[in-house]
């Protein structure tokens, strides 16, 4: 694929300026397509049920949006409590099927023989999960940990100026659980993110700012999420954070390959051997978490 980029040169001359415009054609390196799995798994324990949604689709050329993917063969989810062994004991499944035909949105299968919801009462500390994808004759799995998070205690809204410009401040305040240490990703709503760690409040009361450059109105409603998540995710979201520079949300396609926690596992029999030591740079996009989460909605005043 080649991008056209124009560019005006400007000539000083004895007698004046003379404009000239040239076009120069740049040959953009290609790559091959790649499977993005954006396996965020919000477990609202209030709720009977988890509403999972994954979202699978295929990198394009570069500089071009990704696709949704409709042709997952098999994908679902087998969870439950380990043994000493790291085997699943007893594991429960949830079979999913795409919701809406080339959505790329994957939910509990509706049309299965039995209930393929995840419910709540099912899941808890300790409780291991995994995601397994077949498509295009490759199977891919990822592996992780229910993580539980803490409530927000409140959020409060003022307008500052920063920079001569008006801007939105939320004030988060949460209250650490003592118990862990614990890993959190903050969801300020339109694609923002955050990723704390409790090394400097463990266990403590902990208020910080977030700012906003969009022009809200009253009335406007921010939804603000607190999730628990582990150290590994903690990093990966820190990368894709730093990556996107806010042109774009962490979970759209970085500029560079991040690598997550789902592997191509194709061929190998032992599912507990799954993270491609003979082929390491065989792999998707994306991550598999299983996170508690506490939202609270604040309304503009």
Same mark, same amino acid.
């Given at each position: ?54 979202? $699978? /689709?295929?990198?394009? $050329? ?46 509990? +299968?509706? +049309?299965? =023989? ?7 009462? +099912? ?17 891919? $799995? ?5 993580? !539980?998070?803490?409530?927000?205690? /409140? ?5 500052? @100026?920063?920079? +001569? ?9 949460? =209250? ?5 240490? &614990? ?11 955050? $990723? !704390? ?9 902990? /208020? ?13 409603? @921010?939804?603000?999420? @607190? ?33 997550? &926690? ?8 032992? @599912? ?30």
């Amino acid at each position: 694929m080649k991008t056209l980029i124009t560019y005006t040169l400007l000539i000083a001359a004895l007698v004046g300026f003379i404009s000239c415009e040239e076009v120069v054609d740049i040959e953009v390196p290609k790559s091959e397509p790649r499977l993005v799995l954006d396996a965020l798994i919000r477990a609202d324990t209030t709720q009977e049920f988890v509403d999972v949604k994954i979202k $699978a /689709s295929l990198t394009n $050329a570069f500089f071009e949006a990704v696709e949704p993917v409709s042709d997952i063969t098999s994908m679902y989810i087998y969870y439950g409590i380990e043994n000493e062994f790291g085997e699943i004991v007893d594991g429960l499944y949830s079979n999913l099927a795409e919701s809406i035909p080339g959505s790329g949105i994957y939910i509990p +299968d509706p +049309d299965f =023989t039995s209930d393929q919801r995840i419910r709540t009462s +099912d899941i808890g500390d300790g409780t291991a999960f995994w995601l397994v994808v077949e498509h295009q004759d490759r199977r891919y $799995a990822g592996k992780t940990y229910y993580e !539980s998070s803490v409530p927000i205690d /409140s959020l409060e809204q003022d307008t500052v @100026i920063l920079f +001569d410009e008006e801007q939105t401040e939320l004030i988060i305040t949460y =209250t650490d659980d003592p118990e862990k240490e &614990n890993y959190y990703l903050f969801d300020f709503d339109f694609a923002n993110f955050i $990723a !704390s760690s409790d090394t400097f409040y463990e266990g403590q009361t902990f /208020s910080f700012s977030y700012f906003y450059d969009t022009d809200f109105s009253p009335g406007d409603e @921010i939804t603000v999420s @607190i999730l628990g998540v582990d150290q590994d995710f903690f990093n990966y979201m820190n990368l894709l954070i730093s990556q996107s520079e806010g042109s774009f949300g962490p979970f759209e396609t970085p500029s560079a390959t991040v690598r997550g &926690n789902i592997f191509d596992v194709t061929g190998i029999d032992n @599912i507990n051997q799954f993270n491609n030591v003979e082929n390491p740079d065989n792999f998707p996009l994306g991550y598999f978490s299983f996170s508690q989460v506490f939202s609270q909605t604040l309304v503009i005043q």
